[in-house]
Nanobody, 115 residues
Framework: QVQVVESGGGLVQPGGSLTLSCSAS????????IGWYRQTPGKQRDLVAR???????NYADSVKGRFGISRDNAKNTVYLQMNNLQPDDTAVYYC?????????WGQGTQVTVSS
C-alpha cells in the first residue's frame, strides 16, 4: 500500500522561508517522479515543481528563482525549499508520487503567508 505524507507547512511572514517534506512508501521511491502542487479555494490544483528519478526538475514560472526541489532517496523524501514567500503563495500544498501510469496524492499541508 502506497502512502504519501507531506509535512512542514505553517504560517510565515512575507519574505520568509519554509521547507516542505514529502515522504512516500510502499513502492521503490528512487524511480518515482515526485511533484508538488498547490491549490486555493475554488481554483484548480497547479503544479509548483517536479523532480524525476534522474533528478531533472521543472518549476512553475511563478516560483522560479525562489523555490527549489530536491530528493534524498536514502530517506524516501523530497523537499521543497520555499524562499521569499509572498501572500500569493498561500495555498494547500500537495505532494504527488508517480510510478509509470499510477499516481498517488498526499493529504496536503497548509502554507499561509501573512503579516
Amino acid at each position: 500500500q502506497v502512502q504519501v505524507v507531506e509535512s512542514g507547512g505553517g504560517l510565515v511572514q512575507p519574505g520568509g522561508s519554509l521547507t516542505l517534506s514529502c515522504s512516500a512508501s510502499g513502492r521503490t521511491f528512487s524511480i518515482a517522479t515526485i511533484g508538488w502542487y498547490r491549490q486555493t479555494p475554488g481554483k484548480q490544483r497547479d503544479l509548483v515543481a517536479r523532480i524525476t528519478s534522474a533528478s531533472s526538475t521543472n518549476y512553475a514560472d511563478s516560483v522560479k528563482g525562489r523555490f527549489g526541489i530536491s530528493r534524498d532517496n536514502a530517506k524516501n523524501t523530497v523537499y521543497l525549499q520555499m524562499n521569499n514567500l509572498q501572500p500569493d503563495d498561500t495555498a494547500v500544498y500537495y505532494c504527488n508520487a508517480q510510478w509509470y501510469t499510477q499516481e498517488y496524492w498526499g493529504q496536503g499541508t497548509q502554507v499561509t503567508v501573512s503579516s
